[in-house]
Structures are given as structure tokens and as C-alpha cells.
Antibody, heavy 123, light 107 residues
């Protein structure tokens, strides 16, 4: 069964950084684009960024530019999302998601999603 | 950025009802739209991609339609397990964006 596995919950102080990992179970994630999406408590979904399969190209939402870095270990296929200068508003569940696509349609979608990693920012 | 506006934000319905959720884009996105279902404490689950293509394994009571700026998700006969929050997502251009969500609750 295709699954994504994420690292465990984190508690950080304001100003610190957090690094969340995402790896696949049952297949290799190395051939896929991977996205990061976050969800603050009681709120909707917010796209953060994407990394390409080779790990040499990323695109980030402007809101997070300068604070977020998405990388991947091509030897293991694990993808990482690091968010720095944390503030209380960054308290959220952070999801990774695999991008799927159909070239003939130009269609893309996210499937599967990881289970999410809760990051709590509190002094 | 492309804004997605879902309506309604909240919907109360009964088992067996037919419900429709609308997603409007601030500019044309062709058919580059997906729908997800999210239950409390769980990650979103893909229902529909390319505006109208049903993901494998998703019950046929779910359907999607639309193109350009207006899209709909229809559930033909609500089942107890369908009470959840639904999100649309545009994948036309970066930054990718989501609608604000529609919470579907049991009447």
C-alpha cells in the first residue's frame, strides 16, 4: 500500500527552527514531486512549497520565502521541510503530499498525503 | 494568486440527500482542479482530479464538473461516512491554492 510516513510531533520555542521529514513506504518517492501543505488548528489548507524529483529545484509560496527550505536526500528518497524563525502563528499540522499527474491532460493532483506532523510553537 | 471561493462554507444535510458544493476561481484555471475530503484528525483524501475524474476507489456517488472558473462537487446520496470537510484546490499555477473548505454536517 502506498503510504507516506512523517516524523513525530515537535514543540519549539519562538525563533527556533523545525525540520520535518517525509518518506515513502511501499514505493520509491525519488521519482516524484513532493509538496508541503500546512493546516493551523481549526483552519484550512495552505500550500507551502514543492521540490522536484532530483532535488535541485524548489518553488515556495511567497509568504514563506526566506523562512522555508525543502530538501531531499536522493539516496533515501526522504524529503525534508525546514521552517525557521518560528512564531506562534506557525503552530499547525504540516503535511507532505506526493504529486501525481497525467501528461496528456496536464492534470495534477496530490495523492497520497502523509499523516501530518504537529508543530507547536510556544514559549 | 488565484483565489478559490467555496460555497456554502457550512452545509447541514441528511443521509440520502443530494448535495452540491461550488468552487469559484478568481481567474480561469481550465480543468486544473481537485477535490479532497478531510475528516477530523486525518489527512485530506483525494476524491476527484482534473475537475471531473473520479479517483480510483472513491464511491460513484461523488462526481465533479465544471471548467474555467466554476466547479461543482456533487454527492448524489449522502452516506453517514460522507460527513466531513471538503476542499477544492487549483493546480493551474503557483502558488497552488485551496478553497476555504465546506463543512458538511448531519442535520
Amino acid at each position: 500500500q502506498v503510504q507516506l510516513v512523517q516524523s513525530g510531533a515537535e514543540v519549539k520555542k519562538p525563533g527556533a527552527s523545525v525540520k520535518v521529514s517525509c518518506k515513502s513506504s511501499g514505493y520509491s518517492l525519488s521519482s516524484y514531486y513532493v509538496h508541503w501543505v500546512r493546516q493551523a488548528p481549526g483552519h484550512g489548507l495552505e500550500w507551502m512549497g514543492i521540490i522536484n524529483p532530483s532535488g535541485d529545484s524548489t518553488t515556495y509560496a511567497q509568504k514563506f520565502q526566506g523562512r522555508v527550505t525543502v530538501t531531499r536526500d536522493t539516496s533515501t528518497g526522504t524529503v525534508y521541510m525546514e521552517l525557521s524563525s518560528l512564531r506562534s502563528e506557525d503552530t499547525a499540522i504540516y503535511y507532505c503530499a506526493r504529486e501525481r499527474s497525467v501528461d496528456i491532460l496536464g492534470a495534477k493532483w496530490f495523492d497520497p498525503w502523509g499523516p501530518g506532523t504537529l508543530v507547536t510553537v510556544s514559549s | 494568486d488565484i483565489q478559490l471561493t467555496q460555497s456554502p462554507s457550512f452545509l447541514s444535510a441528511s443521509v440520502g440527500d443530494r448535495v452540491t458544493i461550488t468552487c469559484r476561481a478568481s481567474q480561469g484555471i481550465g480543468s486544473h482542479l481537485a477535490w479532497y475530503q478531510q475528516k477530523p484528525g486525518k489527512a485530506p483524501k483525494l476524491l476527484i482530479y482534473a475537475a471531473s475524474t473520479l479517483q480510483s476507489g472513491v464511491p460513484s456517488r461523488f462526481s465533479g464538473s465544471g471548467s474555467g472558473t466554476e466547479f461543482t462537487l456533487t454527492i448524489s446520496s449522502l452516506q453517514p461516512e460522507d460527513f466531513a470537510t471538503y476542499y477544492c484546490q487549483q493546480l493551474k499555477s503557483y502558488p497552488l491554492t485551496f478553497g476555504q473548505g465546506t463543512r458538511l454536517e448531519i442535520k
